[in-house]
């Protein structure tokens, strides 16, 4: 019996959990349908969430006999994702799905932006919260995917907002930029943890991060394609380019085990520190094209 037991938590936490673990930065993601007259960034948002929700399953609120209860990479990069989603979401409600901050909000927009803030760790019973049944959060993140599909369906039809006007792209990159710069803080303290080269809270933060600049990639990626326009007349195509390759690069460090050496002092990688430079230099990048949108 024991020994049954003992090769049950060996299969589930040393089989079926690795097999289920999947950080997935693939830079080349892209919504593969965009309707007509749609808008490919809010496709893009929307098959983000579609993938990490039915594809590869939401992992961040997998309790701890879960077979990933015990991996904590893939539910920290899926927490920055949906943090990039749901800024972004609130971007599309506040700034480029509306006519101009008194007119009335898109309800597809609000319902999407209000779910997809939902925190991401909500399993079906939160005792700490309530001793009732909770809606999980992959619950909640799949009403706000519905939400993005139905507003880009709509502005397909003529029937929803979509401003392509230089001051609502520089608005929307602002608070983007904004959103970034309060994790580069994140790094700072994390690089102050942990015990010689190696740190829990500096690994939690490199993979929120990668999740976070991972999505912005991609969906400013899918952005540029939208304001295309406006990138052409402002003469931002080099800039516009760069910013995508530093958020891209960030993103993308793949490191087998995430270092926090001193890097004033030590021979080995401070990873937090890399990634931690190319998102400064996004957020850069970021700020100069909102000055130049700006004139």
């Not at 039915?54 to 992992?59: F, K, Y």
């Amino acid at each position: 019996m024991i020994a049954a037991l003992l090769l049950g938590v060996a299969a589930n936490y040393g089989v079926l959990g690795p097999m289920t673990h999947n950080i997935d930065a693939n830079p080349e993601f892209q919504a593969t349908v965009v309707p007509e007259n749609g808008s490919a960034a809010v496709a893009t948002a929307a098959a983000l969430m579609d993938r990490e929700l039915n594809l590869h399953g939401w992992t961040p609120n997998d309790q701890w006999f879960a077979p990933t209860g015990l991996l904590d990479n893939m539910p920290n990069f899926q927490t920055g994702v949906v943090n990039a989603v749901g800024r972004f979401s609130f971007e599309m409600l506040d700034q480029i799905g509306r006519r101009s901050g008194s007119s009335s909000a898109d309800p597809d927009l609000e319902r999407a932006s209000g779910f997809l803030q939902y925190p991401p760790y909500i399993w079906v019973w939160e005792p700490s919260r309530s001793f009732l049944p909770s809606v999980p959060s992959e619950n909640q993140y799949r009403q706000g995917l519905e939400a993005l599909e139905r507003y880009n369906a709509r502005l397909a039809r003529g029937e929803a907002i979509f401003e392509r006007r230089a001051d609502t792209l520089a608005a929307a990159l602002s608070r983007i930029s904004d959103d970034l710069g309060s994790q580069t803080s994140q790094i700072v303290r994390a690089q102050d943890t942990g015990r010689w080269i190696f740190s829990r809270t500096a690994d939690d933060v490199f993979y929120r991060n990668k999740g976070m600049l991972y999505g912005y990639d991609v969906i400013l990626t899918a952005l540029g394609k939208d304001f295309a326009r406006v990138i052409q007349e402002r003469n931002l195509g080099p800039i516009w380019e760069q910013t995508l390759n530093s958020l891209r690069q960030g993103s993308q460090l793949r490191p087998p085990i995430v270092l926090n050496g001193r890097h004033d002092r030590s021979i080995f990688a401070n990873h937090l520190a890399l990634q931690g430079f190319a998102m400064k230099r996004a957020i850069l990048q970021l700020n100069e094209v909102v000055s130049v949108l700006a004139i």
